[in-house]
């Protein structure tokens, strides 16, 4: 079974550009969160179950993640609303402003997956790559 994760980052223009080490934290962030939800606490630690096939095949293979992006906070909210819609684990990620955006809380990922590829494709095929 193949599984896959789509990360969707915010793409900024350069007069409200993020750095490049930004990027690559919120993709990470956006990554971790949808795995994080599905996680339970137990004892001292934290347990992902592996009923979903599509997570067990993700943890358990070759992580396959593309990255792709969108112009705009209402794109990257209407696909983390369509994910969910599709039961796939998902998350949206909103910087807190601390070292970038001047203070103020901005969307800046939204991770899908991982899952099902033909689901997750219905929601993000049509996005370019990053």
Known sequence: MEAKQVIVIRKFPKSRNMRTGKY???AAHASLAPLLRLAQHEDAGLVIPLTNPYVNAWLTGRFKKITVYVDNDEDLIRLYKEALTEN????IIQ???LTEFDGVPTFTAVGIGPGDPEIIDKITGKLPLF
């Open 24 to 26: 690559c934290a919120q």
């Open 88 to 91: 796939l684990p998902a998350a």
């Open 95 to 97: 910087d807190a402003g």
